[in-house]
């Protein structure tokens, strides 16, 4: 394949400026949008850097920073990953919980195994679900994950919307799974969690946070919520903090 490289630089996961500007020459039968998308998948420094180190998508980069922030990845920790696939995220938690950890990942969709992690294929809507992942977890979760997100539409009201439903869900799993002083982190998109959801965040957490990791891609609309501090159930909510 040909390109030509001009000598741009921007910021990468190592925070120097690093060397870009990749640009494919066009090919007969090549879309446009494909064409865009190879470009920035070549001018990424998060995808040469996931290749580089392993991982299995750029998203890995994005709970790196996260937990550089909210030290939320703590030796020893029990972590539950839902909607793990491919499983970038599940490789960053096992690194940093270390071998006295427990790592569960769970998906609708099979996955190829990942060396210390147990991942299960289920939906995490399903009635038994909850006993499940504790059983696997050898107890309450002390972090959740989900990097989760409705396959986009193209209307960003209408993904937002999908992508607030599937937070949802996962919060009310979290409820099932985590241990008081527990965390939780979810993908949604801008806007956050509004209304009723938010409140509920609140209610259930001692901090809730609205992040945007400097891995994800400044065009995208993408934003994690980041919650610390779960109430145990019955206990009375006390002032939150919001951001």
Do not use: C
């Not at 891995?215 to 951001?243: C, I, T």
């Amino acid at each position: 394949m040909k390109q030509k490289t001009s000598k741009t630089s921007g910021r990468g996961p190592s925070g120097r400026g690093e060397e870009m500007g990749v640009r494919l020459k066009k090919t007969r039968g090549r879309k446009a949008s494909s064409q865009r998308w190879l470009e920035r998948q070549l001018n990424d420094p998060y995808v040469r850097a996931a290749k580089s180190k392993g991982y299995r998508s750029r998203a890995a980069f994005k709970l790196i920073e996260l937990d550089t922030r909210f030290r939320l990845l703590k030796p020893g920790a029990r972590v539950l990953d839902l909607g793990a696939a491919p499983g970038g995220w599940i490789q960053v938690t096992l690194e940093r919980v270390g071998a006295k950890g427990k790592v569960v990942g769970l998906d609708i969709l099979p996955m190829d195994p990942i060396a210390g992690a147990e991942l299960l294929e289920g939906d995490m809507l399903a009635s038994q679900t909850p006993e499940r992942l504790k059983a696997a977890l050898g107890g309450e979760a002390d972090l959740v994950l989900s990097d989760m997100a409705a396959p986009t539409t193209g209307h960003r009201q209408t993904d937002h919307l999908r992508t607030v439903a599937l937070l949802e869900a996962a919060l009310d799993l979290t409820e099932e799974v985590l241990r008081p002083g527990g965390s939780f982190v979810g993908k949604i998109f801008q806007g956050g969690a509004t209304g009723a959801l938010l409140a509920r965040f609140k209610h259930d957490f001692a901090s809730v946070k609205h992040v945007k990791p400097p891995a994800s891609r400044a065009e995208s609309v993408e934003l994690y919520l980041v919650a610390q501090g779960f109430r145990a159930h019955g206990e009375a909510a006390g002032k939150s903090s919001s951001a």
